[in-house]
């Protein structure tokens, strides 16, 4: 089971955080701190997986961003790797070739994604298109009940 | 109506928006943040709109909430404070519209955890929405359940969440059995509720269904025997639908490079392991698809790999037939030389579980595990290098220690000393012959420099003295890479070896033919005068040319100038050293030769184990660190760095001043119940008693004690002679040439020395004190305070005199206090010898007194004095008028054949002689 899942900028600033483990806020900083900068450390020869505590942690950089994940003793470090690819697949499919700005302004949309992916820190969905359609009827919910037009300025904006 | 509510909100959201100016928006404050500049700009902005925010948040039924919640989110991904949301997000959820929950549930998400006091709330409105109608709005439900579940969350909740995974609608079944996955981790008891529904869902066609139940049932089987075997049953369907799986054609949806669906067969695969584990016909049901699936899957790409991997874990949990086995291991030979890092990584930390299953099938990727120390990943070389130590066995012993010492010399330096200990414990364990494994060691020395761990000094050290047929040749050797060291400072552990050896054995340079004394000693000196090397090298040095000076003997005005230029040393200990020597040098050099002998061998402790013995090490060596500190009363200015070797040099530079005493030092360092063993004397003698009375008396667990009082006993018997140590200056209270001297014995003004905490026993007859022999200038002898302990109880003995001495001889009085009173004196007259070469025989000690008096003799303790033992006889006198001691002493004994007769008169005791 994943326990949690980062996502941070080359300059070491938190895009994205799910944490499958409750963990006290300052727990959650901590190791935030700890592993953005043991991966940012890391030079792009070495390879993508780090012994961290108990836990296996599975990292990849796209871009600019680096998709961090910690695992079980038991998973499959290989296999998770293909779970970022297929999250990073769905980004750039929602956002159309996605970038860290995508995220950056829509970063709850990016929640929303994620959450159609896994729960729990599991697998829920193996095919993409039934994640992205499973979004964009709930996007289109809620952009039935936005009034448009004049009064547009409801929604997040 | 409808549009008549429509019209009707729209404009109480204009008069709102009069009423109100809106708040920002949630990108414009995202856009905002990063136009901040500096740290304190953003904090301004953060500050600000958390103001604005808690102001939203006041008013009742704001409609600008769920944007403000939206904020707060962003603004706590930035690691500010945004607890204040919790509850509003509560309100979020429980609002009807769709866009408010999923904020509302994003933000439960994001900002509760388990032990938030807010949960009965959440748990509320989560079931109230896992019963809605609306699938997303239980989709969201769900979702939050199983990011957030907490124990009490779970035990209320799993009814609703039975009742979804019977749900029609698959987009809720595999939330659900998500949702089932995570309370079953939480509350395993929680489990039966769910095993109906898991039969089904085990067998659908939906993958996304089929992953989530399967993730449930591994959980269920590994949480629960019981359920375990249930599962066990359906290993054939399981097998069925993995061999669909894999044969099934091309399907755009689950494909992922030429892969079906990859996530589902590594879960089903995963549920295999666990359901085969330990069962032989479990094992056979599946060995088939096992074989199919290691043959036939893509390895071209990574998704392939994965599910290769874990068909190799399968395998290996499983009991897989053997040949299946060698199949997994091959697989993982196939991966390292992959060219994705990251599959020779898994296949190394694979391989390293595996070694231990399968040695042979392991050994033959030996060469291929080797080329991975060559890999440019350092955590991949780290690897390799690990693995490649589980491979070293006595056949190939060799090559491997060649690989890896060239591994050793081009390793980084947080690399070099894991390997450099792991290289020494090999060549403990492997050593084929001492020769070999002092090659050995003398490679890592140079490969590694200074990363070598300290206790691979001393190992070394210990190894060449065992061995006495590779000491020539050990010097030698060390001599010449000591001699072409281009940058000492870097191999400071190889210096020390090299230093330690040519000290100890330097007479074997002698024999090789072009090694001019004169070049060695210049080497010495460059080592002593570097300025980067350390103070513990320094110690060597100085120690080995000391040394040097007793075996070569031309070399002693040489070696005596370089050691003199230590006598101001900024570090006291070095300056004690070298004023030490010199002292040895000008007054007492007859006893230069038998104080720097050859160390006794240092038996190499075969039974402890690497592993353990550095860990036994370390803290004996913190209590002969402590012992240094404390029992020696040392003031010595210990470097910080200071390690076991340099304890165990100081061990060593205080024993082998006391060659007789026959000790095996060293290896106390290692094992504290050798410690005791190796005190004992080699020839054991009455006063012997004492000191193995004195560890029974202690207790042979307290260390401390224990060498606190057998350091000085055992140290002071062989006494030498008389030694002037005034000139040292009145304040130093250590001398770690001699610390049988110094031991508890402070010198101050040159006219006093007082025991400080010596052991003794209660019985004084039996006691021996550590530093009589301190007596030496004829006017102190009137002021000569000796052994005066403080036991807490009584101080025993008073102030001795010296009352004969010759050139064989010398004979103290030691007035017993405890014994003595107004009208009797008590004492204990102790006899020793001058040199330890030569033995006294019949000695026999005679005395009269004045009639006045009355004395009695006891029998003496022995008649002959060997290896600077100590003859003793206790002497009453009985004074019943109080009247001037006076003594009249014959004291007959014979040295070498030759008998002599002397006769001595003393006048002079002290007016307080034998007064407490």
């Known amino acids: 089971m994943m326990q949690f899942m980062l996502l941070f900028s080359r300059q070491g600033k938190l895009r994205l955080q799910k944490w499958y483990v409750a963990q006290p806020d300052k727990a959650r900083k901590k190791i935030t701190r700890d592993l953005v900068t043991t991966i940012?450390?890391?030079?792009?020869?070495?390879?993508?997986?780090?012994e961290w505590r108990d836990l296996k942690i599975v990292y990849k950089r796209y871009a600019s961003l680096y998709f961090c994940c910690a695992i079980e003793q038991q998973d499959n470090e290989l296999l998770c790797l293909e779970i970022i690819h297929r999250y990073v697949e769905l980004l750039d499919k929602y956002f159309g070739s996605v970038c860290e700005l995508?995220?950056?302004?829509?970063?709850?949309?990016?929640?929303?994604?994620?959450?159609e992916l896994l729960i729990g820190g599991e697998v829920q969905e193996t095919s993409k298109k039934n994640v992205l359609k499973a979004i964009a009827a709930q996007d289109l919910l809620q952009e039935d009940e936005t009034p448009q037009g004049f009064f547009e300025d409801h929604g997040l904006g | 109506m409808e549009v008549a509510n429509t019209i009707k909100q729209v404009i109480n959201d204009a008069v709102e928006r009069v009423k109100m100016p809106a708040p920002l928006r949630l990108r414009d404050l995202i856009r905002m943040i990063r136009a901040a500049r500096t740290a304190a700009e953003e904090r301004e902005v953060v500050n600000k709109e958390c103001a604005n925010i808690r102001n939203t948040f006041r008013d009742e039924d704001s409609v600008w909430r769920c944007r403000s919640v939206a904020k707060l989110l962003y603004i706590h991904m930035l690691g500010y404070p945004a607890h204040f949301g919790q509850l509003e997000c509560l309100k979020l959820i429980a609002s009807p519209r769709f866009t408010d929950k999923r904020i509302g549930y994003l933000g439960a998400m994001l900002l509760l955890d388990e032990r938030q006091d807010t949960h009965l709330l959440i748990t509320n409105v989560l079931k109230n929405d896992l019963n809605s109608n609306a699938q997303f709005v239980v989709g969201l439900a769900l979702c939050t359940l199983g990011t957030i579940a907490s124990v009490e969350m779970s035990r209320d909740l799993a009814p609703e969440i039975e009742k979804l995974l019977k749900s029609s609608n698959a987009y809720l079944r595999k939330k659900a059995a998500l949702c089932a996955f995570r309370i079953v981790r939480k509350v395993p008891e929680l489990m039966e509720m769910f095993l109906p529904a898991c039969r089904t869902l085990i067998a659908e066609k939906n993958h996304a269904v089929l992953i989530t139940a399967v993730t449930l049932v591994t959980e269920m089987c590994e949480k629960s025997p019981d359920t375990y075997n249930y599962f066990k049953k359906m290993i054939p369907t399981l097998v069925r639908t993995m061999k669909t799986l894999i044969l099934s054609g091309y399907s755009p949806e689950h494909d992922v490079s030429g892969v079906s669906d990859p996530f589902l067969q590594v879960k089903l695969l995963r549920l295999l392991r666990v359901l085969g584990r330990g069962d032989q016909e479990a094992?056979?049901?599946?060995?088939?698809?096992?074989?199919?699936?290691?043959?036939?899957?893509?390895?071209?790409?990574?998704?392939?790999?994965?599910?290769?991997?874990?068909?190799?874990?399968?395998?290996?949990?499983?009991?897989?037939?053997?040949?299946?086995?060698?199949?997994?291991?091959?697989?993982?030979?196939?991966?390292?030389?992959?060219?994705?890092?990251?599959?020779?990584?898994?296949?190394?930390?694979?391989?390293?579980?595996?070694?231990?299953?399968?040695?042979?099938?392991?050994?033959?990727?030996?060469?291929?595990?080797?080329?991975?120390?060559?890999?440019?990943?350092?955590?991949?070389?780290?690897?390799?290098?690990?693995?490649?130590?589980?491979?070293?066995?006595?056949?190939?012993?060799?090559?491997?220690?060649?690989?890896?010492?060239?591994?050793?010399?081009?390793?980084?330096?947080?690399?070099?000393?894991?390997?450099?200990?792991?290289?020494?414990?090999?060549?403990?364990?492997?050593?084929?012959s001492p020769s070999w494994h002092f090659h050995t060691l003398y490679e890592i020395l140079q490969a590694a420099g200074n990363y070598v761990r300290d206790d691979v000094v001393s190992s070394t050290l210990q190894l060449v003295s065992d061995s006495p047929a590779i000491q020539a040749e050990a010097v030698s050797l060390l001599w010449e890479a000591v001699k072409n060291l281009k940058n000492l400072e870097d191999y400071q552990p190889l210096v020390q070896v090299c230093c330690w050896c040519i000290g100890e054995y330097g007479d074997s340079l002698l024999s090789i033919p072009d090694v001019p004394m004169d070049e060695v000693l210049e080497s010495f000196q460059q080592i002593l005068w570097s300025p980067h090397v350390s103070i513990i090298t320094r110690q060597y040095s100085i120690m080995a040319l000391e040394k040097l000076s007793a075996r070569v003997p031309d070399t002693t005005n040489r070696i005596r100038s370089i050691v003199d230029a230590f006598g101001s040393h900024l570090n006291v200990d070095l300056q004690q050293r070298a004023i030490e020597f010199g002292a040895l040098c000008r007054s007492f050099d007859h006893l230069r030769g038998p104080i720097l002998e050859k160390m006794p061998p240092m038996p190499v402790d075969k039974d402890s184990k690497r592993g353990?013995?550095?860990?036994?090490?370390?803290?004996?060596?913190?209590?002969?660190?402590?012992?240094?500190?404390?029992?020696?009363?040392?003031?010595?200015?210990?470097?910080?760095?200071?390690?076991?070797?340099?304890?165990?040099?100081?061990?060593?530079?205080?024993?082998?001043?006391?060659?007789?005493?026959?000790?095996?030092?060293?290896?106390?360092?290692?094992?504290?119940?050798?410690?005791?063993?190796?005190m004992g004397f080699k020839n054991p003698q009455p006063p012997i008693t004492t000191s193995s009375n004195i560890f029974g008396g202690v207790g042979g667990n307290d260390l401390l004690d224990l060498l606190g009082g057998s350091f000085g006993d055992e140290l002071s018997t062989p006494a030498p002679e008389p030694l002037s140590l005034t000139s040292v200056g009145p304040n130093i209270t250590s001398m770690p040439l001699f610390p049988n001297f110094t031991h508890s014995v402070a010198i101050n003004g040159g006219t006093e020395i007082s025991g400080q905490s010596q052991q003794h026993e209660l019985i004084p007859g039996q006691y021996f004190p550590s530093s009589f022999f301190s007596m030496n200038k004829p006017e102190q002898q009137s002021s000569l305070w000796l052994g005066a302990e403080h036991d807490g109880i009584m101080s025993e003995y008073g102030k001795a005199i010296l009352a004969y001495s010759d050139e064989h001889i010398w004979i103290i009085f030691v007035p017993l206090l405890a014994y003595s009173s107004q009208t009797t004196i008590v004492m204990q007259v102790r006899a020793g010898g001058r040199s330890s070469q030569s033995q006294v025989n019949d000695l026999i000690f005679q005395a009269a007194v004045p009639k006045s008096l009355q004395l009695t003799l006891d029998p003496p303790s022995g008649t002959s004095i060997v290896q600077g033992t100590v003859i003793t006889q206790r002497v009453t006198i009985g004074n019943p008028s109080k009247a001037t001691l006076k003594m009249k002493l014959k004291i007959s004994y014979s040295v070498s054949g030759r008998s002599q007769e002397k006769i001595q008169e003393i006048h002079d005791f002290p007016a307080d002689f034998g007064m407490s």
């Open chain 1, 40 to 50: 940012l450390a890391r030079k792009p020869k070495m390879c993508s997986f780090l």
């Open chain 2, 283 to 432: 094992a056979e049901a599946m060995n088939d698809l096992l074989a199919q699936v290691a043959t036939n899957t893509e390895t071209s790409k990574n998704v392939g790999n994965a599910i290769l991997y874990e068909t190799v874990h399968a395998i290996m949990d499983v009991q897989s037939e053997s040949g299946l086995r060698v199949l997994a291991v091959n697989i993982l030979g196939r991966f390292l030389l992959n060219s994705d890092k990251n599959i020779r990584y898994v296949a190394l930390t694979t391989l390293q579980k595996t070694v231990t299953l399968d040695q042979n099938a392991v050994q033959r990727h030996r060469s291929t595990v080797l080329d991975c120390l060559k890999d440019p990943d350092v955590s991949i070389r780290r690897r390799a290098m690990e693995l490649s130590f589980q491979l070293v066995v006595e056949s190939n012993l060799e090559s491997m220690t060649r690989e890896l010492l060239a591994f050793l010399s081009r390793s980084e330096p947080e690399v070099k000393s894991v390997c450099a200990s792991n290289l020494v414990s090999i060549a403990e364990r492997y050593a084929p």
């Open chain 2, 612 to 678: 353990t013995s550095n860990g036994a090490g370390d803290t004996n060596s913190n209590d002969v660190d402590l012992l240094i500190e404390d029992g020696i009363s040392t003031s010595r200015d210990r470097d910080p760095t200071s390690s076991d070797s340099n304890v165990l040099l100081n061990i060593i530079d205080g024993l082998d001043g006391d060659n007789d005493l026959g000790m095996s030092s060293s290896s106390a360092v290692y094992d504290s119940s050798d410690f005791s063993f190796a």
């Open chain 1, 102 to 115: 995508d995220i950056i302004f829509n970063f709850e949309k990016a929640y929303f994604i994620l959450d």
